[in-house]
């Protein structure tokens, strides 16, 4: 079966770090770009951060560049998010998500369960 | 790109059709635009990609329409399990998304 399974979430303090893992099974990660979305607790999806098969081509959101780095390691079939100098306005459930297809841009169409992310002195 | 959808909440019956309205600021690369459906607690489920072709699995109910800045998701003979959040995604400059249609029941 093929699944997405993000771990590494929790509560911290604000300036604290993070690093979210997301587990691929059934199916090769070096297949697929990969995205990372968040989502604030009853607010919309928001997009975070995006890297290409290979590694070679990352995006982010204006609102976590400098903060935020997106990796990942094919071998071991897992994605990554590096968050650093955490702030409330963080907190949200992060989904990792896999594009259909890496010849080009693509939508998204397997996603984890998400891991949560609270930010709270 | 922003996206903006509208309207922000549809309140339908079940048997009735939905239609859901999606604006980018500018225009989609490659009609690269795709819509979304969430329920609570649930991550969300890919429906329509290139503005207009349904993801596997995905009922003839829901079809896509639209290019340029114009997107619209059509759901004819709204089921039960069809109310929720949708929400529209491009693709082609980026990635954004946009805030959401919630459909409920009247």
């Known amino acids: 079966e093929v699944q997405l399974l993000e771990s590494g979430g929790g509560l911290v303090q604000p300036g604290e770090s993070l690093r979210l893992s997301c587990a691929a099974s059934g199916f090769a990660l070096s297949d697929h770009n990969m995205n990372w979305v968040r989502q604030a607790p009853g607010k919309g999806l928001d997009w975070v951060s995006y890297i290409s098969d290979d590694g070679e081509t990352i995006l982010y959101a204006d609102s976590v560049r400098g903060r935020f780095t997106i990796s990942r390691d094919n071998a071991k079939n897992l994605l990554y998010l590096q968050i650093n100098s955490l702030r409330v306005e963080d907190t949200a459930m992060y989904y990792c998500?896999?594009?259909?297809?890496?010849?080009?841009?693509?939508?998204?169409?397997?996603w984890g369960q998400g891991t949560m992310v609270t930010v709270s002195s | 790109i922003v996206l903006t959808q509208s309207p922000g909440t549809l309140s339908l019956s079940p048997g009735e059709r939905a239609i859901l309205s999606c604006r980018a600021s500018?225009?989609?690369?490659?009609?690269?635009l795709a819509w979304y459906q969430q329920k609570p607690g649930q991550a969300p489920r890919l429906l329509i990609y290139g503005a207009s072709i349904r993801a596997t699995g995905i009922p003839d109910r829901f079809s896509g329409s639209g290019s340029g800045t114009d997107f619209t998701l059509t759901i004819n003979r709204l089921e039960p399990e069809d109310f929720g959040v949708y929400y529209c995604?491009?693709?082609?400059?980026?990635?954004?998304f946009g805030p959401g249609t919630k459909v409920d029941i009247k």
């Open positions: 998500a896999r594009e259909r297809f890496p010849i080009f841009a693509d939508a998204s169409d397997v």
């Open positions: 500018q225009s989609v690369r490659s009609n690269f």
């Open positions: 995604q491009q693709y082609g400059s980026s990635r954004t």
